[in-house]
């Protein structure tokens, strides 16, 4: 016999959820009014996707391309321009575009409901297969050319190149799940992208963050001084509390002795390890990994110096990523290339 094509994909949570990136500014407006050149968030386009949302469409006028949805890197058409875009077209039909290898291609739908929310559902498969639903109900299935991976793509609802559509969205969500096999999806805090090197201070938000119960973070951290007797902040994944579920996922401080204070809220309570003495004044790579069967490690300069067995952790949704938290002083110390 003969066989071929076989492929075995795990990576717990990244295939059981399609690991969700949520653009940060859809958590500050659940509900937004599609607008010109109104800039949602970032995401790290994947070549293969699924992005979900609602739209109501609030009213109709024929003639123009109207925009809703762009995934971009600032342009109009070509490379970068489109992955994909979305606009109500004349005929109040929803135009969907994805540049590839054979150019500006996608379908059309047939008429959309006007006044009414309806759930769109746009998936580039493998073998470039590009499907769209409405309500459940496939409209749009075709094959287009080769897309490649973008990179960081900000989301735009609605670009400046057409009119806006006069309707609304909620609950947008971009889902890849090729590359969270291949490269376990990173996904950049919206803060980061602003500010490359970030400068630890009270109470900052990086950005939000799909929080999964297994994750790897790397980050670089210059502390800049330590003064002892207090546990001074570095970063927080969290809900915006101290202490207890959705607190720490995980947290790090600096600690009495300058070591890293790692704390990670599991079935049996705050647990985490402390590493040994740390660096002054100068750039080291840091990782904080936790596998399944509750293995926490813990890398400077990639030499293991922290290896312990927690709890159950439980995956948390939505976190905030706060650099530091407003609980302890910050850490005097700066961060850069966070994953």
């Not at 386009?45 to 699924?50: G, N, T, V």
């Not at 991976?149 to 057409?162: C, F, H, I, K, T």
């Not at 990994?289 to 948390?316: A, F, H, M, W």
Request: proline content about 5%; charged content about 20%.
């Amino acid at each position: 016999a003969d066989i071929r094509n076989l492929e075995y994909n795990s990576y717990i949570e990244a295939i059981r959820n399609k690991v969700t990136v949520l653009p940060d500014g859809m958590i500050r407006a659940p509900v937004h009014h599609i607008k010109p050149n109104t800039r949602l968030g970032i995401v790290h386009h994947h070549a293969y996707f699924d992005i979900k949302f609602e739209m109501n469409i609030r009213d109709y006028y024929g003639g123009a391309y109207r925009s809703v949805l762009r995934f971009t890197r600032g342009c109009h058409n070509g490379p970068g321009c489109r992955h994909p875009g979305f606009w109500i077209m004349p005929g109040n039909r929803l135009h969907v575009r994805q540049v590839s290898s054979l150019g500006n291609t996608g379908c059309d739908t047939p008429r959309l409901t006007l006044r009414k929310w309806q759930k769109y559902q746009i998936t580039l498969y493998p073998r470039n297969n590009l499907q769209v639903k409405v309500e459940g109900r496939l409209v749009c299935n075709v094959t287009i050319g080769d897309v490649t991976s973008q990179g960081l793509l900000e989301v735009l609802a609605s670009d400046n190149y057409n009119p806006s559509a006069i309707a609304d969205i909620r609950n947008l969500e971009y889902n890849s799940y090729i590359e969270a096999i291949r490269n376990k999806v990173t996904v950049l805090p919206d803060g980061m992208i602003r500010a490359p090197v970030h400068h630890i201070k009270p109470n900052t938000r990086l950005g939000i963050v799909h929080h999964h119960a297994y994750f790897d973070i790397k980050f670089e951290m210059n502390i800049r001084d330590y003064y002892g007797g207090a546990y001074r902040s570095v970063l927080r994944f969290t809900r915006g509390c101290h202490n207890g579920p959705g607190c720490r996922h995980p947290g790090f401080w600096i600690m009495p002795g300058n070591r890293l204070h790692v704390r990670q809220v599991s079935s049996l309570g705050n647990t985490g390890c402390d590493t040994p003495r740390l660096t002054l004044r100068k750039w080291q790579k840091y990782q904080i990994t936790l596998y399944p069967r509750n293995n926490l490690q813990v890398k400077v300069e990639g030499r293991l110096v922290c290896n312990v067995t927690i709890g159950d952790v439980t995956s948390q949704g939505l976190l905030e990523v706060l650099a530091s938290d407003n609980y302890n002083p910050s850490a005097i110390a700066d961060i850069r290339n966070l994953e």
